[in-house]
């Protein structure tokens, strides 16, 4: 079955950095776009980032637009989420997410990790 | 970006009886080549990632219980729990896949017990 592990989340100051990591297994990972999805304390999830299989496209949301980059490792099996600049309202659990598709079609969000927890504060 | 708007923000239910969660999207989601829409709904109880419930607006994810059912087209949609049980308390948003990422969620309605 599928399994997303994210790890690399924790406590930084505003202005800071951090990069998250999410281990895929049990699906050819090499095959899939995959999501990066955020969800604020009391708040509903944010699709943040997205990235094709073959990392020929990208698609941020504007509020991490410039900030956040997302890449894979394909051989590592691995997506990855690069945040800089970071601020109060980046504070949020970070879900890596695998999409469903259904005969050719996407059919939302099938798999999600546990998430990782994210904390901007000084 | 394509704005959801879920309302009621929450609502509370007897068990046994129906709830309806509604959702409006700022733009269309039909497709029209394959006349689907693209729109999904999820529950979240506390400390759990999203679930899938429903995609393409109105089919039931594998494993989700038929009383969960969804109807509506283009702008309009309509989460429907039949017959309200205990373990359906929980959080639910819908969701819009149409087109090019990012997809936004509604800001969720929550369901309690009456």
């Known amino acids: 079955q599928v399994q997303l592990v994210e790890s690399g989340g924790g406590v930084v100051q505003p202005g800071g950095s951090l990069r998250l990591s999410c281990a895929a297994s049990g699906f050819t990972f090499s095959n899939s776009g995959m999501h990066w999805v955020r969800q604020a304390p009391g708040a509903g999830p944010e699709s943040v980032a997205f990235?094709?299989?073959?990392?020929?496209?990208?698609f941020y949301a504007d509020s991490v637009k410039g900030r956040f980059t997302i890449s894979r490792d394909n051989s590592k099996n691995t997506l990855y989420l690069q945040m800089n600049s970071l601020r109060t309202e980046d504070t949020a659990v970070y879900y890596c997410v695998k999409p469903r598709w259904v005969a050719g079609s996407l059919a939302g969000f099938g798999d999600w990790g546990q998430g990782t927890l994210v904390t901007v504060s000084s | 970006d394509i704005v959801m708007t879920q309302s009621p923000d929450s609502l509370a239910v007897s068990l046994g009886e129906r709830a309806t969660i509604n959702c409006k999207s700022s733009q269309s989601v039909l497709y029209s080549s394959n006349n689907k829409n693209y729109l999904a709904w999820y529950q979240q109880k506390p400390g759990q990632p999203p679930k899938l419930l429903i995609y393409?607006?109105?089919t039931r994810e594998s494993g989700v219980p038929d009383r969960f059912s969804g109807s509506g087209s283009g702008t309009d949609f309509t989460l429907t729990i039949s017959s309200l049980q205990a373990e359906d308390v929980a959080v639910y948003y819908c969701?819009?896949?149409?087109?090019?990422?990012?997809?936004?969620f509604g800001g969720g309605t929550k369901v309690e017990i009456k």
């Open positions: 969701q819009q896949c149409y087109g090019n990422p990012p997809y936004t």
């Open positions: 393409w607006a109105s």
């Open positions: 990235i094709r299989h073959d990392e020929s496209s990208k």
